[in-house]
């Protein structure tokens, strides 16, 4: 079964600055998908961005990237001129690509605040 | 607009009985999924469906039923059996069953917080 680790339970940032969440995930497949999720206090779940494991270039969305380290397994999120907007709780996810088996599994969360 | 409606967004449950958590969707997705989310627990799968007239067991099931008898509602049963039912509950849903779409992120209603009386 696949697993996903977020070591970090709290971070935080000074507004404006830059700050990276980790994530590990283990899995015996060689083609998957890896996503992170923002879920701010009003617990809506917001899809940040994803990352496609065949795809080597790391995925970016405005100020958001990720560092896709396929070998390591490791799957980190950098929030870049960090706004007082981006504090949430961060989830990173796994799904599988294929097969009849959509889930997610979730790691347990990074709570960012940001600090003006 | 389209979207995921959860409801009710606050639910108490009485000792022995069976609460029923609404979820409905008019993103035209084939797939349907619950989620159970506890403190420092991240997001646990219940249950998901992938067409209708058809689900599968998630993580932790039990205490747990569904029905899909539409494409647009995939309604959450929490039964007397669940003896630990105070959560957070999310409803998704994602495109499309077929291996072509397995990059398509999952959406997410509001979700309902499910309490013991």
């Known amino acids: 079964a696949q697993t996903v680790t977020q070591s970090q339970p709290e971070m935080s940032v000074q507004e404006a600055e830059t700050v990276t969440l980790s994530c590990t995930y283990d899995t015996s497949e060689s083609d998957y998908y890896l996503f992170w999720y923002k879920q701010p206090p009003s617990r809506q779940m917001i899809l940040v961005i994803r990352q496609e494991a065949y795809k080597q270039q790391n995925a970016t969305e405005n100020r958001f990237s990720v560092n896709f380290q396929k070998a390591a397994k490791s799957f980190s999120l950098k929030i870049s001129d960090s706004q007082l907007g981006d504090a949430a709780m961060y989830f990173c996810a796994y799904r599988n690509s294929g097969g009849s088996n959509y889930k997610l599994t979730f790691g347990k969360g990074t709570l960012l605040t940001v600090n003006p | 607009d389209g979207g995921i409606t959860q409801s009710p967004k606050y639910l108490f449950r009485k000792e022995g009985q069976n609460v029923t958590l609404s979820c409905e969707q008019n993103?035209?997705?084939?797939?349907m999924y619950w989620y159970r989310q506890d403190p420092g627990q991240g997001l646990r799968l219940i249950y998901y469906s992938q067409i209708v007239n058809d689900f599968q067991k998630g993580d932790i099931a039990e205490g747990y039923s569904v029905s899909r008898e539409k494409k647009e509602s995939f309604p959450l049963t929490v039964t007397s059996a669940q003896k630990n039912p105070t959560a957070f509950y999310l409803c998704?849903?994602?495109?499309?069953?077929?291996?072509?779409?397995?990059?398509?992120?999952?959406?997410f209603g509001d979700g309902t917080r499910l309490s013991i009386l």
């Open positions: 998704a849903s994602s495109i499309d069953r077929r291996q072509f779409y397995s990059n398509q992120p999952q959406h």
């Open positions: 993103l035209n997705h084939d797939a």
